[in-house]
Antibody, heavy 122, light 107 residues
Framework: QVQLQESGPGLVKPSQTLSLTCTVSGASISSRGYYWSWIRQHPGKGLEWIGYIYYSGTTDYNASLKSRIAMSLDTSKNQFSLKLSSVTAADTAKYYC??????????????WGQGTLVTVSS | EIVLTQSPGTLSLSPGERASLSCRASQTVSSSYLGWYQQKPGQAPRLLIYGASSRATGIPDRFSGSGSGTDFTLSISRLEPEDFAVYYCQQTGTSPKTFGQGTKVEI
């Protein structure tokens, strides 16, 4: 059973960098077919895809955030990470890590972390 | 960007009734890349349907998905108390991957 767990600061100051890590168990982040993804949800709002990183290091980011995003893999710890720079109050949200499974002829987010609330405030 | 518009915004029903949720895309979405998710308060979304009509593991058969092109539907044949939640459609075929704004199914 694949499980994901987000970790990182719950409070970030404006203009600083938000850094989150997702620890994966039950699967290897070196597996083909899984895209290691980040999705966020603003308070009381819908879901926004942030981007993914593949086992090869290939990334795809939402263009609306692309200039501020960096994702990385740590295969030794079976973790992947998100950095979002120059944050503002508009980046206050619950951040989820998730697996996008494209191993068949469909793609879908089948495993999610519980999410971590990040508040941007001075 | 493909915009997914869900309707209605809120659906008020009783246990045992049938629910029909709509998802309309601004451009054609391959059925392979259309999914439905359920989210309850304080919880992460849960995959219900992938490939427009395939139920995810462990999802009861009262949930069904249909549609193609730009129009997709999630149906719940007989609402159980645990089905009252927010439902999102999502497309993963074109970047950026996008979600609908959600339909709340309430009692």
């Amino acid at each position: 059973q694949v499980q994901l767990q987000e970790s990182g600061p719950g409070l970030v100051k404006p203009s600083q960098t938000l850094s989150l890590t997702c620890t994966v168990s039950g699967a290897s982040i070196s597996s083909r077919g899984y895209y290691w993804s980040w999705i966020r949800q603003h308070p009381g709002k819908g879901l926004e895809w942030i981007g993914y990183i593949y086992y090869s290091g290939t990334t795809d980011y939402n263009a609306s955030l692309k200039s501020r995003i960096a994702m990385s893999l740590d295969t030794s710890k079976n973790q992947f990470s998100l950095k979002l720079s120059s944050v503002t109050a508009a980046d206050t949200a619950k951040y989820y890590c998730a697996t996008e499974d494209c191993s068949g002829n469909s793609c879908y987010f089948d495993h999610w972390g519980q999410g971590t609330l990040v508040t941007v405030s001075s | 960007e493909i915009v997914l518009t869900q309707s209605p915004g809120t659906l008020s029903l009783s246990p045992g009734e049938r629910a029909s949720l709509s998802c309309r895309a601004s451009q054609t979405v391959s059925s392979s890349y259309l999914g439905w998710y359920q989210q309850k308060p304080g919880q992460a979304p849960r995959l219900l349907i992938y490939g427009a009509s395939s139920r995810a593991t462990g999802i009861p058969d009262r949930f069904s998905g249909s549609g193609s092109g730009t129009d997709f539907t999630l149906s719940i044949s007989r609402l159980e108390p645990e089905d009252f939640a927010v439902y999102y459609c999502q497309q993963t075929g074109t970047s950026p991957k996008t979600f609908g704004q959600g339909t709340k199914v309430e009692i």
